[in-house]
């Protein structure tokens, strides 16, 4: 897997799809982040790509105690 990867973004639409089988969920305006446990470390990106470790290093640390290979795509 290529790193930054690519996240799925939300879409507005007039209406809800009608049927079985849909989910939804709200959009809030927080941060799109993607964490990546390493063997090493944890990096966490935003969803353009950047880095942002340094600015959410209190979940970079709770990182450490995922399995290497993780990876998660979240909000904070």
Do not use: C, N
């Not at 927080?30 to 470390?41: A, S």
């Not at 935003?46 to 290979?69: C, F, I, K, N, Y």
């Amino acid at each position: 897997m290529a790193f930054p990867i690519k996240v799925a973004l939300a879409l507005a639409v007039p209406t809800l799809p009608d049927g079985l089988g849909w989910w939804f969920e709200p959009k809030f305006d927080w941060h799109r982040t993607v964490l990546r446990r390493t063997d090493d470390t944890v990096i966490l990106y935003a969803r353009s790509g950047r880095v942002v470790t340094p600015q959410w290093m209190d979940l970079a640390m709770a990182g450490m105690e995922l399995r290497p290979g993780t990876v998660l795509d979240g909000v904070t």
